[in-house]
């Protein structure tokens, strides 16, 4: 017994010892949720609030730091707004996993001594902050009447071990908080609410001062992803006619445009329903199409899209936002986006008719104006109300001198027979025609055919419109030119006379284009089917020429010579002779489908594109002069057509010609060759972009593979450089440009070329 005493002694004085201590707890206990309240009441802002309990929790509980989660009802997560002495800030997770979700869930306090023993701790936390959590506390934070905000965390007592008493400390400071928490996050929640709101107001009420379409879309997508914290918006409006979806304006698109059918995807569902679809997973929804995300390099994770309704009900397409920062769109979010939608449709609306109404007043101007007889109109006084470019031009005076006068003073003296036409016709309410009549223009006699219409409207006449015809001598010398060449030609040799005629150099872009195979057509179709097939197919092909403003230089048998800058010149030449290429190969499909649907063979055709300086000017002999352009730029256009066949290839043009080009256009590299004729290596470029996915197949994984075969090739990998080449084969076993690479490749294996070789390839043939 006597060596029990000193022990039994001991643990009599420990006990006394908890006893004491946990008596000075309770008393100072009290206090401290006093001091609490008091302290988090002083504070103005919600996140002070939250640091204040932080603070009085690690000091209440002897931590080394701790963490308040409040809770998300919509996210179904809690987030970390405070942290102490972590970077933790911006920390999110589910309100059902973690030993943080158990407590907010159970509602019941949670002593952990070893934290990686226990089942629910998650050590990501951990790896992420790069801090070891050896032991922690954890209690739920909940309203008196149980609702649940959040849980307070402890972590790591800095002396022993987390007791009952620390547990049921941070109750009562969790509890006493609550209070004070709750008012906050529900006056935090107002505000935001109201600032939603606020900003919701602000930008309808900048939307409705906006009526010019194209910047109306761009502030609608900026303030809808701005609004919904999105990555991404696009508004798609229907196309009635085409019924598709088209995108007029969307973040991230740049220059790409989307036309998809109105009843096809996740859009053409929300326009065919009406309904509005929230998707927080896109790629889990078979309706969800990935190909858009591959033609723009983009993931698309969630989806929030509705339709927007115009004031009669109608449907008039979509609003779409993708990927909301932090998350899944939710109900608020589709609720705000259907109520903007719903705004924004009356002000689309007003800007689209704006917008008819203002290209209507465009286009009517620019009628008048492209006009090259003069129009004056005049209102029911006989007052000039308009006066187009022609007319001041005929009457040699300023739109300023002109309108406002009345007919009266304007045409007096020997110009006083107008003004009685005009009244005349006034007076008859119809119309009058003087053909080949002399208007005096300051002293200067010239021949004119007058014509006058009255203006009629729905309450009786408007006024009158006159036009003047100069049918002068320089008038009628210029039409008759306009019939054997182009009308811009004609009107430079009238301007400029012998200046062109003489010649001049200047830089131009070079079109040539040929039938392959021709020959054998014409031996299958004879004289007159050969004449009815080549006016057929001219007529479509110089039609895209005169589209882009170039000038048909000449027919070479079957062949066309197109010219883009001379003898005048545009800031993008390059670009519209591209352009006439690509839409003579569409052309070509079009005329070919119905050759087929005749029982007849389709065309084929290649086009070459080069730009270089060139002499241009009126060359032949005094009997017979034609104004054509000569040089070696022409010469490199013709062939670069010519190696089309070989490559397999439709559009071919040259690295001048591409370097120049202002617009971007889907090209790739086919070779660095020297043309018969030539010594100097030419980089050569294949146009893709009139391709279809019918006619080549697979089209950007083919050119990736090839890209990358071109690479090893010119490094000499020849290896390589095949294997590229035969996996673009199996893309499109129809690359005929791929296929000539592969058979180099396996011959330079055998017989490598010199070693000054720069990658370049001899042609032997036109």
Known sequence: MSQAEPGGLAASNADDDTTQRR??????????????????????????????????????????????????????????????????????????TGIAGEVFHSGQGLIVPDAYAHENFSRTIDQVTGYRTHNLICVPIRTLRGEALGVLQCLNKRKGDFSTGDLELLEAMATQASVVLAS??????????????????????????????????????SAIAEMLDADRATLFLNDEKERELYTEIGMGLGATKIRLPNNAG?????????ETINIPYAYADLRFDPSVDARTSYFTRSILCAPVVNRDGQRIGVTQVLNKRGGPFTEADGAHLRAFTAQIAITLENARLFEDVQQMKNYNETVLESMSSGVLTFDADGAVVTCNNAAQRILKARASDIVGRKADDLFSGANLWIYERLQRAAEANSGDVALDAQLDVRGQSISINLSIQ??????????????IEDISQEKRLKSTMARYMDPGLADKLMEHGQELLGGQSSEATVLFTDIRDFTSHTEELG????????????????????????????????????????????????????????????????????????????????????????????????????????????????????????????????????????????????????????????????????????TF??????????????????????????????????????????????????????????????????????
Not at 37 to 55: F, G, H, P
Not at 198 to 220: D, M, N, R, Y
Not at 454 to 467: K, N
Not at 736 to 761: I, M
């Open 697 to 766: 197949p697979n089209l950007i994984d083919t050119l990736n593979c090839y890209r990358d075969g071109i690479a090893q090739y010119r490094d000499r990998q020849w290896p390589q450089a095949a294997a590229a080449f035969e996996r673009a084969l199996k893309l499109n076993a129809d690359d005929k440009a791929s296929n000539v690479y592969l058979q180099r490749c396996r011959h330079f294996a055998e017989t490598p070329p010199p070693d000054d070789w720069q990658g370049e390839w001899v042609m032997t043939e036109k």
């Open 527 to 694: 004289a007159q089917g050969t004449v009815s097939l080549l006016n057929e197919y001219f007529t479509i092909m110089v039609d895209c020429i005169t589209a882009e403003g170039g000038m048909l230089d000449k027919f070479i048998g079957d062949a066309i010579m197109a010219v883009f800058g001379t003898p005048f010149r545009h800031d993008d030449d390059e670009d519209r002779a591209v352009r006439t290429a690509i839409a003579m190969i569409a052309g070509l499909r079009d005329y070919n489908k119905v050759r087929l649907s005749d029982g007849r063979r389709p065309l084929e055709m290649g086009v070459g594109v080069n730009t270089d300086q060139v002499v241009s000017g009126n060359i032949g002999s005094p009997k017979r002069m034609d104004y054509t352009v000569i040089g070696d730029g022409v010469n490199l256009a013709s062939r670069l057509e010519g190696l089309c066949k070989p490559y397999g290839a439709q559009i071919l043009i040259s690295e001048q010609t591409r370097q120049k080009l202002r617009s971007t256009y889907r090209t790739r590299p086919i070779d660095v060759v020297v043309v018969k004729g030539k010594s100097r290596p030419v980089a050569v470029h294949e146009v893709m972009d009139h391709h279809t996915a019918a």
């Open 184 to 221: 906050s996050v529900n006056l935090r929640d107002i505000a935001q609410a109201r600032e939603t709101e606020a900003s919701f107001l602000k930008v309808v009420t900048e939307l409705s001062t906006e009526i010019q379409l194209g910047p109306l879309l761009q502030k609608i997508m």
């Open 454 to 467: 009255r203006l009629r409207q729905s309450d009786g006449v408007a006024g009158s419109m006159m036009l």
């Open 23 to 96: 008596g000075r707890q309770r008393r100072r206990n009290p206090s401290m949720l006093l001091a609490l309240t008091n302290r988090m009441a002083e504070q103005e802002s919600l996140e002070d609030q939250l640091e204040v309990l932080i603070e009085m929790a690690v000091e209440a509980t002897g931590a080394d730091r701790a963490t308040l989660f409040l809770n998300d009802p919509a996210k179904g997560e809690l987030y970390a707004r405070v942290a102490r002495g972590g970077q933790l800030s911006d920390l999110h997770i589910l309100n059902s």
């Open 266 to 274: 996740i859009a053409g569902t929300v326009f065919s329903t009406g």
